[in-house]
């Protein structure tokens, strides 16, 4: 059991003594100016919490949780919300855009952003490269936007061993291994044997919800509570006394 503190001396009693008080006549700004003069210095406005750094947050959890669907609304409810646009060697699919879905880059010029150590993270899928760039993140942090990341599990792995406790790291899971794999039955993207392999590949990875932060249940229909609660996590890490730093 822990022991309680024990104060001896009152703080009251250490200070000086304070300059006497004008008698009061009931002036609000008169008694606001005398207890200026008693206290010897003017009340300053400036706020007495320091502004909170921005945030870096990675959001990560098995295929077909929710990451885009969650990330997706909180941008549309939250503002000063910077998500990352990743770098990818991948040919350009028809409908999507350049440097809103990826920026679009060669191969070679993919391989030297890699040289010139411009990315954060960065992976090679399925023959195609992708990665964060560390320019961006800089730019939209020195406007003092919070950072999404949005990353599979292994790359959420990476960026802990790089960026360590200066980020927040939030696992999304669906309420049960039942629900993930309905979810992931109704998108109808993957064929029966990808879908045998994602749903593989999301037990294992759920092992791996100790290495986060925090964890968000994506509940069947509760997208927006699962988007509040990461809201309620944000500004949570904004009221910390000790904030994270985040150096790039
Ligand atoms: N809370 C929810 N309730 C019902 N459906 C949801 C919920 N969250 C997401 N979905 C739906 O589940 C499907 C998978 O979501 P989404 O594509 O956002 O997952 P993801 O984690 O980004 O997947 P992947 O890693 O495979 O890209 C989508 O059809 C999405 O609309």
Redesign the pocket.
Known sequence: MASGGCRTEDAARRRQPFAPLPPSNGDKAELFRGLEAAIGSTFGSDPLAPPPNPLIIVIS????????????RLQEVRGGIHFVVTATSRAKRPGEVDGKDYYFVTKEEFLSMIERNDLLEYALVYGDYKGIPKQQIRDFMAKGYDIVL?V?IQGAATLRSILGDSAVFIF?V?ESEEALVK??I??K?ETSDMLLV?IATAREEVRHMKNFDYVVV??????D??VKLVESIIDAEKAKVRQRFVKI
């Open positions: 959890g098995p295929s077909g949780v929710g990451k885009d669907a969650v990330i997706k949005r599979d999304l669906a979810r992931l109704d998108r993207t994602r994506n509940a069947e229909g509760k997208l509570e699962s």
